[in-house]
């Protein structure tokens, strides 16, 4: 193989390694957080119904507003509900602005799993053209993209157990240059609806299910590797 070949090789190799966990990641978030049994499950569980004054009717509508807000579907957050038999506005400005943040990642991490579709597509492409054992560079490609996120998603799991809120605090500081997630669990519906332990849950499934795909993704593709290297 010329060594210009090689070199795309290698790159197609890497696209495949970085952005197959990158799309999966999101691909997972995107179900829990666009998943409406999910959120009903996680209000009788943590009493929302009681905390926030709404019945689950309105608790419903009003998270279907929030899914559609944030696909880009809707272009605001007004929306009116009986709150302890008052009808009046859900979510203050703070909680809107800060939903504008949240929003903007969502739509950003949307944008970066089809960029990633994409060029993972185009690197399969590229090594069925550029080498004649191709199928084994892809299975190459798929362990190598899951030995380093399952050691991440392992870590995070663990961090998670040991202490939840400061390393979802750590993240809120990473991503976000204002205080506006923090919310007063006292006055503000958006974090009562959207408790601390609705994240500890959402996001131990996330990481959860990421690093069962991850070890079945890397296990089929080591036993293809050795079934071929036996079989040669």
């Not at 009986?82 to 903007?104: A, P, Q, S, T």
């Not at 996001?203 to 690093?211: M, V």
């Amino acid at each position: 193989m010329k060594q210009g070949n090689r070199v795309v090789l290698g790159l197609c190799r890497l696209v495949i390694a970085v952005f197959l966990p990158l799309v999966l990641l999101i691909s997972i978030l995107q179900f829990y957080t666009f998943n409406i049994d999910f959120y009903l499950a996680t209000y009788e569980k943590n009493n929302v119904q009681e905390t926030t004054g709404m019945d689950i009717a309105d608790l419903e509508r009003v998270t279907i507003k929030l899914m559609d807000y944030l696909k880009d579907r809707e272009n605001d957050l007004n929306i009116q509900a009986n709150i302890r038999g008052e009808n009046r506005e859900v979510f203050g400005e703070r909680e809107k602005l800060h939903m504008i943040d949240v929003k903007f990642l969502f739509l950003q991490a949307f944008s970066l799993r089809r960029w990633g579709l994409y060029l993972i597509a185009a690197a399969a492409v590229g090594m069925f053209l550029l080498s004649n054992s191709s199928r084994q560079e892809i299975y190459k490609s798929l362990l190598w993209s899951g030995l380093v996120p399952l050691v991440f998603a392992l870590i995070l799991l663990i961090l998670m157990q040991i202490d939840f809120n400061k390393y979802f605090t750590h993240f809120h500081e990473i991503f976000f240059d204002n205080d506006l997630w923090q919310l007063d669990p006292e006055k503000e519906v958006l974090i009562q609806m959207v408790p601390l332990e609705f994240f500890t849950e959402i996001s131990r499934k996330i990481f959860s299910w990421f690093l069962c795909i991850q070890l079945a993704l890397s296990a089929t593709a080591y036993g293809m590797l050795r079934s071929k290297k036996i079989n040669a």
